[in-house]
């Protein structure tokens, strides 16, 4: 999601964003240990703390290429340099093993079609959806998010209009991390565990779910984030648990095969 | 109102523009002519701010406004209308007219102007929920001049509207843009074009630029009278 | 003349034979005997390492207090090979080379004495590992002992703790797709219809992996008894957790290999009433605190764990073996005293071997997870 917006806005492939969802993870482990378990004010923590981390990254490590004129895919390295570092101060604060999360939801369970949901899936999906509708809404009509697509569909342009081209793109990194980090929480509470390693798989997934839903596309990663989910789910359970990845990647480069530019992906234009 | 004093423009290296000074009053069209190459572009994206001068300066309405970023130069009203239209591709007509009044803050304000370019330019409000990438040349410049138009111009800078464009099509823009001159006579027009025969027809002054520098000016009348430009432009235009 | 000069020889003669018998009768003390001991003094296995030389230290002091081996006092040689199959191969070469070593103490992982084993084989050395618990490394090799129980031994607890306790008849289990994790299983699932169970589900993830609600969910629906976690502690904790996540209050029962504080602290709330298995009384079991009061008092030493004592007995069962055989040369017949030992009295539990020569027991003690803490479950209850 996040990752698709970014890349969406500045045609960089952000790797930080992986590190970005694990410390939302740790952060809002830490502000539930400080403030107990409030879910909301976590996740206001974790939002407002790693949109500004989002924000440092584009300052420190994105905004001096794009200002030389690099060629975009350094982004890609210098944004994975940051992830790397990312991990790393993480591992020194909160040590590099697996931290378990508290209960933050009343353990209710319900039956429907005969499918058991527990209390924690409903919040969670439901609050995984919102951000999503919520995030694609204000692109679709907020005055920032119209302006996030301008610059994406062409900066120059978009700076003629009065566009603070600087500015929405650090705000795209503000919201993006802020999303990103909002999704480790989730995960967190979902599956119960903070890890510094937790974000290598998460941003290559990001990664891929961008890929395969059509690169640029908010709602083609939204797509793709639920087809890697229910192609490992399925994967696992008629296959191998063992292997899911395997077969998660080899259903990557089958989509690449077929659609080189994502199932809802146009091809990628160059732009003048 | 803009007043270019002796600016110079290059590209690393590579020197675009070299030494021009230019002045635009308040209700004149000045035509900026020049062919492939000359430097007509590099001078208008100095003004709104793409580009930043190597030396010289740039005065709008007394203010020096060399080195500000385009959004600052958009807030003063200042709207460059780019070569190639540079319309959104895959925003609808609407979108792109909002667009281009992003820093109009009143609902009404941006309501009027629309209205004000879909009476210009009807075309625009049959397609206002098309992508503008999917329209033709003709009604992409036509959205392109009707964007510029909603951020309430003071300096409207054209460049190349013609480009293009089939003849039909190029002299119904040139009217259009005669016509907005005409409705707000407090606003003032650069443009930049190669197809003197027609600008030289809506414009009140002009200036012949050649590989960075301007080498004739004049009104439009001496323009279309001068030898040279009749060579070098005009009987281009005709024979082509 | 000629007699009194023969009969002063003699009788000097016969002085001289006397003081030298008397010399090497009485007063000269034996020489002593090295055990060698390879541990992992540093490294990531440093706590166990220490248990290793705390353990066995404490045994040659009671040792040489009652007189020794066969009446040779004992040294302990300790080599620290830092967890590291290759150190542990030239600490063994050097206790080869050396003079009046007995026999060998550790090295630690499997990996290491499996370096280490050949070395000393040569050197007609019996290696005996405090940690190992391959049942292949004393099938395979003639002089190496371990005191940890095997698979063997220990695949028994769960099932035995199922059918006598739980009552249960049906079984999901789910491992880590390791030799351990496999071959854990697969002892388990050879035996499950001994115990009057039946494996609905046998599922396994690859170490590393944190989301196992997919595999939970098709566990569960097959609506097991228990749950069987062949994990380790952290796989196990999260699985735990997000069993409970999900509705589930099957009893979970994990291996040894989750009883560490981190369990706990990932499993928190959910990890309450997990079940694991200890092959020694527990440390809050009436027993274990009597000899841990006995141990810092005797030896001066902070605590008294696993290591200590399987250090501790093996010093005190070699002693046994050699008194039994009488020598130092006979390494077979040693070799053998050890493979026949049976309820040999430990400092903890008694001792027997197989006739594989590997440890046997069918004593377990259950342990769970009651608020934060793993306890007995007897003292618990
Ligand atoms: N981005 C750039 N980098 C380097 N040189 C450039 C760049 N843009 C323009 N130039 C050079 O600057 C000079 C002036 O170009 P400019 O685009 O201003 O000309 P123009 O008068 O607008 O021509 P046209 O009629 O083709 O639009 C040309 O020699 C051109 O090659
Ligand atoms: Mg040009």
Known sequence: MGFSLVFSVLRIINFSYGSIFML?????????????????AAFLAVVVVLGFVGVLVERLVVRPLREKGAPPFLALVSTLGASIFLQAAAEVIWGAEVRGYPILFPQQFYTVAGARISFTEVVTLLFAIGLMVGLQAYVKWGKMGKAMRAVAQDTQAAALMGVNVNQVITFVFAVGSAMGAAGGLLTGTYYGYAQPAM????????????????????????????????????????????????????????VLLIRPSGILGHSIREKV | MLDIRDLHVGYGSIKAVEGISLKVAAGEIVVLLGSNGAGKSTTLKTVSGLLTPSRGEIWFQDERIDGLPPHRVTGRHI?????????????????????????????????ERMALVFDLFPRLKERASQPAGTMSGGEQQMLALGRALMGGPRLLLLDEPSLGLAPALVESIFASIGDISTADKTMGILLAEQNAAEALEIGDRGYVMETGRLTISGT????????????????????? | MRSSTGKIIAMALIAVFAFSLVLSGCAKPKEEVILGLIAPLTGSKADQGRQFKEGAEAAVKVINEEGGILGHPVRLEIIDDEGRPENAANAASRLAAMDGVIAVVGPSSTASVSAAAPILQDAGLILWSPAASTGSLVTENQLVYIIANPISVYAKYMPAYAQETLGATKVAIINVSDDWGRNVTN???????????????????????REFRSQITAMMAENPDVLFLNCHYTEGALITKQTRDLGYDVPILVQATCVYPQFLEIAGEQGEGVVSFDSYPPSDSAIRQEKTAWWKETFGYADFETYHINSYDIVMMYKYAFEEVGNFDDVEAVAEVIGNISGFQGILVERTHDENRLPASDVFYPIVVRDGAWVSLETGQ
Do not use: W
């Open chain 2, 79 to 111: 709207i460059h209308c780019p070569e190639g239209r540079r319309v959104f591709p895959e925003m609808t007509v609407t979108e792109n007219l909002e667009m281009g009044a992003y820093v109009e803050r009143r609902r009404s304000v941006v309501k």
């Open chain 1, 24 to 40: 939302g993870a740790f952060v809002g482990l830490t502000v539930l240990g400080l403030v107990g378990k409030s879910f909301l």
């Open chain 1, 199 to 254: 974000g290598f798989m998460v941003g290559l997934k990001g990664f891929i779910a961008a890929i395969v839903g059509g690169m640029g596309s908010v709602a083609g990663a939204g797509l793709g984030g639920f087809l890697i989910g229910m192609t490992e789910a399925l994967g696992g359970a008629y296959i191998s648990f063992d292997y899911k990845e395997v077969i998660l990647f080899s259903v990557l480069l089958l």
């Open chain 2, 220 to 240: 439009a009348e001496e323009l279309r009278r001068d030898e040279t430009v009749q060579r070098a432009y005009l009987g281009a235009a005709v024979a082509g």
């Open chain 3, 187 to 209: 002892a388990q699932l050879e035996i499950l219809d001994d115990y009057g169970l039946e494996a609905v589900e046998v599922t396994s993830y690859t170490q590393g992996d």
